[in-house]
């Protein structure tokens, strides 16, 4: 039974995640995936995590479209954001403390960087970008990460104890 549970937890929270990206996805710099996710590994743990990274990511390419760069980025990405807050979420004591918000906060804000960082290393490697079209890039790229930067503290701050604790008490 417990099996089954994770396998439709991880199904339902994947389908969650898509569609969380698909209403706000054509909003330049606003999103919710990062909080959902920080909040389910931390609750769940490593390997749901995990499962919902290459789920989510191969699933995302059934509703957006398949591009090599983005589905490498979200299958890196996501194990990453994964592996982080599930070990995170097993060595603090998941009581939905204020330490525990402005420890997770900044942690999120700064893989919301590393995203953006990873995308500018891997799409002009993987299309060949000149240095001066890699660079435009990274540039243009600022103007998305200081805005979704924000949206992560703002989101993680208000929504990381509500969400954990419904989480953390549907995991037993």
Not at 15 to 27: C, D, E, K, P
Not at 108 to 117: E, K, Y
Not at 120 to 137: E, Q, S
Request: aromatic share 16%.
């Amino acid at each position: 039974m417990e099996k089954t549970r994770k396998i439709v937890r991880t199904a339902m929270f994947t389908a969650m995640l898509i569609g969380a990206q698909f209403i706000l996805s054509s909003v330049s710099g606003i999103e919710i995936v990062t909080v959902l996710f920080v909040c389910f590994s931390y609750s769940y743990g490593i390997r749901e995590g995990i499962a919902v990274a290459a789920l989510f990511s191969l699933v995302r390419c059934l509703v957006f479209g398949f591009f090599i760069n983005v589905f490498i980025l979200y299958i890196i990405y996501y194990s990453l954001l994964s592996l982080f807050f599930g070990w995170l979420g097993h060595r603090l004591s998941r009581n939905n403390s204020f330490k525990e918000v402005m420890i997770t906060v900044p942690c999120a804000v700064i893989f919301t960087l590393l995203f953006t960082l990873l995308d500018d290393i891997l799409t002009p490697l993987i299309f060949g970008f000149t240095k001066n079209a890699a660079t435009t890039y990274f540039f243009a790229s600022l103007y998305t990460v200081i805005p979704q930067m924000v949206c992560t503290a703002v989101t993680v701050t208000v929504f990381f104890n509500p969400l954990t604790k419904i989480f953390l008490k549907t995991s037993n």
